[in-house]
């Protein structure tokens, strides 16, 4: 089945402990994106991947990272949380970047403390 | 920059009412627009797409013309159901060339009551 999974699906953490949540899609997509979900903001981008050690920061990316190792992989990766990065967080995954569709992981719910 | 404007709601509706939910966009080129749902903790699903002016695109009862003149998405089914309840995002895809995949609207979240 195609899809894209995510990992761990909820995450209690507090500041400052190092955190990574990692993405997975088996569909050969070039383009991987990590988005944060808040109410009243909708869904905005933390990172992008047009393809393997290619990313490139979206519209909020302070305080996360990413890597691209892989074709299939895509984690993210909070050095030092902080409580403002509690929000709800989508990987998604697409042939490219243009024009395509993208599919969507399940969501990690992270809780910051 | 790319913007996409959509009414966010609450939107109640009775059972086999008649949905619309507004969706206009601001681009510099020519996106492909997309509307996504997503149910009650779930991640976001593809409802339909259009990729070009005048196309519409449809599935499940739902339906959206691609509106050039007016830059307009609207969502459109005739009779909803207590299953359509869920948050819809309007969305588009680079339109000024840029790699920055998709830029959404803040969702509307659709109540359908029996």
């Known amino acids: 089945e195609a899809q894209v999974t995510q990992n761990p699906r909820y995450l209690i953490t507090v500041t400052g402990k190092k955190l990574t949540v990692t993405c997975s899609q088996n569909m050969n997509h070039e383009y991987m994106s990590w988005y944060r979900q808040d109410p009243g903001l909708g869904l905005r981008q933390i990172y992008y991947?047009?393809?393997?050690?290619?990313?490139d920061k979206g519209d909020v990316p302070e305080g996360y990272k990413v890597s691209r190792k892989e074709k299939r992989n895509f984690p993210l990766i909070l050095e030092s949380p902080s409580p403002n990065q509690t929000s709800l967080y989508f990987c998604?995954?697409?042939?490219?970047?243009?024009?395509?569709?993208?599919?969507f992981g399940p969501g990690t719910r992270l809780t910051v403390t | 920059g790319d913007s996409v404007t959509q009414m966010e709601g609450p939107v109640t509706l009775s059972e086999e009412a008649f949905l619309t939910i507004n969706c206009t966009y601001t681009a510099t080129g020519y996106p492909s627009l997309f509307w996504y749902v997503q149910y009650p903790g779930e991640g976001l699903q593809l409802l339909l797409k259009a990729t070009k002016a005048d196309d519409k695109g449809s599935n499940k009862g739902f339906e959206a013309t691609y509106r050039k003149e007016t830059t307009s998405f609207h969502l459109e089914k005739g009779s909803v159901q207590v299953s359509d309840s869920a948050v819809y995002f309007c969305?588009?895809?680079?339109?000024?060339?840029?790699?920055?995949?998709?830029?959404f609207g803040k969702g509307t979240h659709l109540i359908i009551q029996p």
């Open positions: 991947s047009m393809n393997v050690e290619v990313t």
């Open positions: 969305a588009l895809s680079d339109a000024g060339g840029g790699a920055d995949g998709l830029t």
């Open positions: 998604a995954s697409s042939w490219s970047h243009r024009h395509h569709e993208q599919y």
